[in-house]
């Protein structure tokens, strides 16, 4: 069984920065794909940005490309999320998923297995 656990969050300023942490448990970052998502009302999970198990990265939506970078401690089982020069439109509930079938990065949500508890991000102007 995987736990994922989520850190970091809140309220930041427009162009400002934060930084998400997703700490796993129950396996090693090795055996899945740790993917990042964001929600915000009436719509459903975009995938921003995902790491595999075998520490490739991609950044999935061109409205974050540049100010976002995804990394990860194999040390620590943990994945980052940080994120510069924020906007209020990356306002959201940021949420890991661990997809442990795809061999590359997926953007749809349906392929993740396990999920974070959600933590909001919210930017004002």
């Known amino acids: 069984q995987l736990q994922l656990v989520q850190y970091g969050g809140g309220l930041v300023r427009s162009g400002g920065s934060q930084t998400l942490s997703c700490v796993i448990s129950g396996m090693p970052l090795e055996r899945y794909n740790i993917g990042w998502f964001r929600q915000t009302p009436g719509k459903e999970r975009e995938g921003i940005s995902c790491?595999?198990?075998?520490?490739?990265?991609?950044v999935s939506t061109d409205s974050v490309k540049g100010r976002l970078t995804i990394s990860r401690d194999t040390g620590k089982n943990t994945v980052y999320l940080q994120m510069a020069s924020l906007k209020p439109e990356d306002t959201g509930v940021y949420y890991c998923?661990?997809?442990?079938?795809?061999?590359?990065?997926?953007?749809?949500?349906?392929?993740?297995?396990?999920w974070g508890q959600g933590t909001q991000v919210t930017v004002s102007s």
């Open positions: 998923g661990a997809d442990f079938h795809s061999s590359r990065c997926a953007g749809w949500a349906g392929s993740y297995n396990y």
């Open positions: 790491v595999t198990r075998f520490g490739d990265s991609t």
